[in-house]
């Protein structure tokens, strides 16, 4: 059974930063993709970014470009969603999602096979 645990959430306060953790686990694929999804109270899920098991490649929704990263370690099925200079607006639900295969990741719910629960991140002014 394949599950997916986001952590390092919780509040924090405008301009600073926080990272989260993704960590996947019953995964029988050595190709996947991970994304980061954010969902704001009474707004549509939107992608943040992913990111390629196989080569790192990454892909990012324009508006995370300039504050985001994420990154992985293969070997502990984790990846990693680095946010600075927090701003309120970043506040939401964070998923994490994961899909099978190495073709490049796209910022679409659509496209992904397993969501966690969600870590909540919220940003004080």
């Given at each position: 059974?394949?599950?997916?645990?986001?952590?390092?959430?919780?509040?924090?306060?405008?301009?600073?930063?926080?990272?989260?953790?993704?960590?996947?686990?019953?995964?029988?694929?050595?190709?996947?993709?991970?994304?980061?999804?954010?969902?704001?109270?009474?707004?549509?899920?939107?992608?943040?970014?992913?990111?390629?098991?196989?080569?790192?490649?990454?892909?990012?929704?324009?508006s995370a470009k300039?504050?985001?990263?994420?990154?992985?370690?293969?070997?502990?099925?984790t990846a990693y969603?680095?946010?600075?200079?927090?701003?309120?607006?970043?506040?939401?639900?964070?998923?994490?999602?994961?899909r099978y295969g190495?073709?490049?990741?796209?910022?679409?719910?659509?496209?992904?096979?397993?969501?966690?629960?969600?870590?909540?991140?919220?940003?004080?002014?």
């Open positions: 059974e394949v599950q997916v645990v986001e952590s390092g959430g919780g509040l924090a306060q405008a301009g600073g930063s926080l990272r989260l953790s993704c960590v996947v686990s019953g995964f029988t694929f050595d190709d996947y993709a991970i994304a980061w999804f954010r969902q704001a109270s009474g707004k549509e899920r939107e992608g943040v970014s992913c990111i390629l098991s196989s080569d790192g490649s990454t892909n990012y929704a324009d300039a504050r985001f990263t994420i990154s992985r370690d293969n070997a502990k099925n969603l680095q946010i600075n200079n927090l701003d309120v607006e970043d506040t939401a639900v964070y998923y994490c999602a994961v190495f073709r490049a990741c796209e910022l679409s719910t659509y496209e992904y096979d397993y969501w966690g629960q969600g870590t909540q991140v919220t940003v004080s002014s």
